[in-house]
């Protein structure tokens, strides 16, 4: 199959339209037509239809899109890296995923540490959820991505491989002037009587996890869109939440956290496909463990005047959260 008929479908996929489509593809509406409507022929499936506002693909479309766009993207990167071989440089841009708190956190840091150490370096950060991440190592849209193995956990690929970063211990943040601010760390069971907001599955299920061992219920009554939304509902007073150790140097100035006796912990892992690895991946890992190892960002507890208590690493040997 050519590839520039599966280039053709895709981008009708993306844009939802033929002429849209060809347009961007500098071909005519009739080529792209014609393009898609053999490949339906060689595959025996129709793979679009047309709907009030363009086209959309079918069951069968959207299977193939899916594993088109996957061979796509290896096919560019091939390229891209013979090309860099014949030319003896390496300007291929660092393309970084990692999950909001750790994007706000430990990745920054990191990356401005391997920018000291290997100079100039093209690099984008994309946040997502953990498995978002992960199909995007595998699709090709990312080089490396900072994940966790938070609920629901992580999924082990024979593409992709995992290393293990650290451990996380989580916190509460709390609004300023919250009875238990400056009481820390506290028993889960002290919280019982508290609401508390989350902004995704995954968060809330770590949360009533560790409330079950604790022999409580937690009540998330509120759910944000996001973490930003999070943190705004803690400030003016709503609820309470659980958040990553990790985000406390970044954290807002009108919250403050308080850590938590035996705290739920996630392990935090770097991904990066087992082909084609960029160049400065690997540097990437050694800076983002030293970021975690070390004793400045992730478990100080935040304070509105940066003032902090100290809350240590978690013991090497204690498992990660799954």
Known sequence: M????????VTVCRVGSLSAAAAELHH?????????AGLERQLGVPLVERHARGVRPTAAGEVFRRHALATLHEADRAVRAVRDVRDGVCDRPL????????????????????????GSIRWSLFPGLSAQLHGRVIAGDLDIAVVTDAPPGLTVDPRIEQRFLGLDEMVVVLPVGHPRTGHGPVPLRSL????????????????????????????????????PGKLALVATGHAIAL??????????????????????????????PRHDAHPSAASLHDRLAAVLASDRPARAAHKPDGTGTRHLHAPAGRPPAE
């Open 243 to 272: 958040i990553p150790g990790v985000l406390t140097s970044a954290l807002r100035a009108d919250v403050t956290t308080v850590g938590l006796v035996d705290p739920p912990t996630r392990g935090i892992y770097t991904i990066t």
């Open 95 to 118: 393309a970084i995923g990692a999950t909001p708190s750790l994007a706000a956190g430990i990745v920054p840091e990191a990356v401005r540490g391997l920018l000291k150490q290997a």
């Open 192 to 227: 019982a009587d508290q609401t508390w907001v989350e902004d995704n599955d995954g968060s809330a299920a770590l949360l009533r996890r560790h409330a079950a061992r604790a022999g409580i219920s937690a009540d998330i009554d509120l759910t944000a869109a996001d973490l």
């Open 2 to 9: 050519d590839l520039t008929v599966w280039r053709a479908f």
């Open 28 to 36: 005519t509406q009739s080529a792209v037509s014609r393009q898609i």
